[in-house]
């Protein structure tokens, strides 16, 4: 298990690469909750991010109206974290991970 996680990893991290398609995914991550959740804010890299407004000014993404687009240091290439007024929604690729590790090794005991 523990090898097939290091290989997602590793895979992961090559195809999350700061860019337009990287950007549009993590956008469209950010913005799947749905719109009762009330998603005020999105953290994501400031690499993606940069590209989310390049995004945006030439009309290939939408953000809904209310939403604000923050850079967030602490957060990895691919990474989000969406606001809501009751809590937060993590879109972080390495907490994702570690749900998949401990669901294998709860499998596997």
């Given at each position: ?18 860019g337009?398609?990287?950007?549009r ?40 109206a209310?939403?604000?687009?923050v ?26 991970l ?12």
């Amino acid at each position: 298990h523990e090898g097939a996680l290091a290989l997602a990893a590793a895979v992961l991290q090559r195809e999350l690469r700061p860019g337009p398609d990287s950007a549009r995914a993590v956008l469209d991550r950010a913005l799947q909750a749905a719109p009762e959740v009330g998603v005020h804010t999105v953290r994501m890299n400031a690499d993606d991010l940069a590209e989310v407004r390049a995004l945006l000014a030439e009309g290939q993404v939408q953000v809904p109206a209310g939403i604000e687009l923050v850079a967030d240091s602490r957060l990895e290439p691919g990474d989000v974290v969406s606001e809501y007024p009751g809590g937060y929604l993590d879109g972080q690729v390495g907490t994702a991970l570690e749900r998949a590790r401990a669901a294998l090794l709860e499998d596997a005991s």
